[in-house]
């Protein structure tokens, strides 16, 4: 079950919640099931202490899986009294994250609940005596080590949303306090010139290395990393590479820029390159297909969910793009826009990260020229693009001209493609972007 399922889910539940006095009441806090079969995160950081008072809704702390970020809330009102991990702990679903003295528990059923989760890439949003409070996670941690109450906080954001400055101006008018400007940057004198002086010479010593290994576990993107490449070492891989002369496509988008930057969209190769792919998997549907564990069956997937694996502080993640089948290069611009954004910010949710179909490695964005993609399964195909550069080439008369050359590799699972199959596809994918114009006599 997604992550915004299960917030929904448990939003329908608080709503049910029948109050019962349990004054002074320990409540252990259990880390809820967030979906996708993940069972265990590692906690990346802590929003409380203990002894911090909490309300509903609060940010308890973030946590990391290998799919996404994830922010834990609190359900009730009352005083934090321990902690069961640390930062970069590793932390098990169904097993307790904290303790809290509560004065009146929220379910009349169980004194140990499981905590929701809420996408880190969502506003988390509050119910207060009939009263919705939005706000996100860190304008709520700001509140918290105030002590301020966000229902006493009008908010001037969209919706009545609480800004940063929102609180900041709310505790200004409390203390009084004036808050101080931002530093700006002050220009220094430069230095004197030091006076003639004589040099001492150093006395030469032999240099001492005091560096020490260290061991750190592997976990987070990392540890999907480790298991999706442990099932991609038993597939049979089939390599297939080739040439791609993009003269026609360069010039093309240099036409196209400007209107797609007027739409607020930055407008790259790559949204190029996923709608060739996905015409030429209407062509050779196999390629966007998956196989059982035991090679049994074969399940010809009706979406084209293309991955991007992209390289991030934090590892290679790949989300992807859902239904390029029926997206146009400018829509599909634009989601890889968010995509890119939300990566960089390690704030994708698990709904990027899951059902990819087909995948795209970029390697030539950060420089290769060759690769050898790794098949990500349960996917049958991946594509490797390299970077692209002018080089000299012959036209059909024997003339040297300037072409802009990029390599691709692709990938193949050999059990159920076969290199003919492949070579056709890999034709015409080439043939769409070396006459964009093509493209458009196959839209649907």
């Known amino acids: 079950m997604a992550v915004v399922t299960l917030l929904r889910t448990w939003s329908r539940i608080a709503g049910r919640l029948v109050s019962k006095s349990l004054q002074g009441q320990i409540v252990q806090f259990k880390l809820s099931d ?15 202490k203990e002894g911090d008072t909490v309300s509903q809704f609060d940010s308890i702390c973030e946590v990391q899986s290998d799919k996404a970020s994830v922010t834990i809330t609190s359900r009730y009102d009352g005083v934090i009294k321990k902690l069961h991990y640390n930062l970069d702990d590793i932390a098990y679903v169904g097993k307790p994250l904290v303790d809290i003295e509560t004065g009146a528990l929220k379910d009349s059923e169980e004194d140990v609940v499981e905590t929701p989760a809420v996408s880190h890439s969502e506003h988390t949003h509050q119910e207060i005596k009939g009263q919705k409070t939005l706000a996100t996670p860190a304008v709520r941690r700001l509140a918290m080590e105030n002590n301020i109450k966000l229902s006493e906080v009008v908010g001037s954001g969209k919706d009545g949303r609480i800004l940063k400055e929102d609180i900041l101006n709310y505790l200004e008018k409390q203390t009084g306090a004036i808050l101080p400007p931002s530093p700006k940057a ?4 430069s230095p004197p010139k030091p006076k003639d002086r004589t ?43 080739d040439e791609v002369d993009l003269a026609e496509l360069v010039k093309l988008r240099e036409e196209l820029q400007p209107i797609a930057f007027a739409r607020g969209v930055k407008l790259t190769f790559m949204p190029f390159f996923l709608k060739a792919t996905s015409l030429g998997l209407l062509q050779f549907p196999i390629l966007n297909a998956s196989v059982d564990e035991n090679c049994q069956n074969i399940t010809y997937k009706s979406s084209h969910n293309i991955g991007i694996a992209m390289d991030t502080e934090k590892g290679l993640i790949v989300p992807n793009v859902k239904n390029v089948q029926i997206c146009s290069i400018f829509e599909i611009a634009a989601e890889l826009n968010r995509l890119q954004k939300l990566g960089s910010a390690g704030q994708l949710n698990a709904t990027d990260l899951t059902g990819g179909t087909f995948t795209l490695s970029n390697i030539g964005s950060i420089g290769g020229t060759y690769t050898k993609p790794v098949i990500l399964p349960p996917e049958v195909a991946v594509g490797g693009l390299g970077t692209i550069k002018a080089l000299p080439r012959f036209n059909q008369k024997g003339e040297v001209y300037k072409a802009q050359i990029m390599n691709v590799s692709w990938s193949g699972d050999h059990r159920i493609i076969d290199g003919a199959t492949m070579s056709h596809f890999s034709n015409l994918w080439k043939s769409y972007l070396e006459n964009p114009g093509l493209m458009l006599l196959d839209l649907k």
């Open 34 to 48: 967030i979906g996708e079969g993940i069972r265990e995160v590692t906690i990346k950081e802590w929003y409380v």
């Open 186 to 189: 002050e220009i220094m004198p």
């Open 199 to 241: 040099i001492p010479i150093p006395i030469s010593k032999p240099p001492v290395f005091t560096g020490k290994d260290r061991t750190e576990p592997i976990k987070g993107f990392q540890k999907a990393m480790v298991k999706t490449m442990s099932a991609a070492l038993k597939i049979p891989h089939f390599g297939y590479c």
